[in-house]
């Protein structure tokens, strides 16, 4: 029976793929995905079809994952992170369903390019957190600025995906500006660039400092909340424990 595995393969080493992740994909007759992913995994599957796409190509890799899986092969596409959380599980999902076709779908889960940015940090998402990505490609910008200023309001850790691109450079500077309206100036903030990845670069600074770096498509940034403080280093959000 044709399958196809929908993989998160982590933050883009092996270390941080999960066993379930490599299996899948060691059972799999063709890999394929957008193109720096495959880049990321090629080296360590030889012998497998590797079929790459770049960006804004997401429907039509489902609709080739599809074609590949009905020709009788095993298919894993894969996304970095984890495959559910912004990746191509809900899309190859709607793909199947539209297609009306009876093909067995497994999502395999990975780790997340915020557990993976935290967990550099220190911890800074140990209490309620929101992730939102402030890409407007699928979802209007009046939306996420609203969402935004209700997890500012609730006083939610926020963890911020794809914060700025060369055609998208403000939105990060205004989320931050809404931020402002909540919290001290002096709250602290991670920037991770290329988590778990060869060329990571960690940054810990503040709401007010935190646009003087580099901030990237490739970079994670994680602002902390009213009670988050650093401490040797590492960012932490106290959960509420009594430690004395």
Request: with cysteine.
């Amino acid at each position: 029976m044709a399958k196809i595995y929908v993989i998160g393969i982590g933050p883009g080493n092996m270390e941080d793929m999960t066993i379930r992740a490599k299996k899948a994909i060691e059972n799999a007759d063709t890999i394929v995905g957008y193109t720096s992913y495959i880049d990321l995994i090629q080296d360590f599957f030889p012998g497998k079809e590797l079929i790459s796409s770049g960006m804004t190509k997401e429907v039509d890799r489902c609709k080739l994952v599809l074609e590949k899986a009905l020709e009788g092969k095993t298919v894993a596409l894969i996304s970095s992170g984890d495959s559910g959380i912004y990746g191509m599980a809900g899309i190859m999902l709607e793909v199947v369903d539209a297609a009306g076709i009876d093909v067995q779908v497994e999502v395999v889960p990975g780790i997340t390019a915020a557990s993976s940015a935290a967990a550099i940090l220190g911890a800074p998402m140990m209490h309620d957190f929101a992730v939102i990505s402030l890409s407007d490609l699928m979802t209007p910008w009046e939306m996420i600025y609203r969402r935004i200023d209700y997890a500012a309001q609730g006083d939610f850790v926020i963890c911020f995906y794809n914060p700025k691109s060369k055609n998208r450079s403000e939105y990060i500077g205004i989320a931050r500006e809404v931020l402002l309206k909540y919290r001290n100036e002096n709250t602290p903030v991670g920037i991770v660039r290329n988590a778990g990845r060869q060329d990571e670069t960690i940054i810990t600074t503040t709401l007010k400092d935190m646009l003087e770096h580099e901030i990237d498509m490739f970079t994670v940034v994680i602002a902390g909340n009213s009670q988050t403080y650093v401490k040797n280093g590492k960012i932490i959000t106290p959960r509420g424990y009594k430690i004395y």
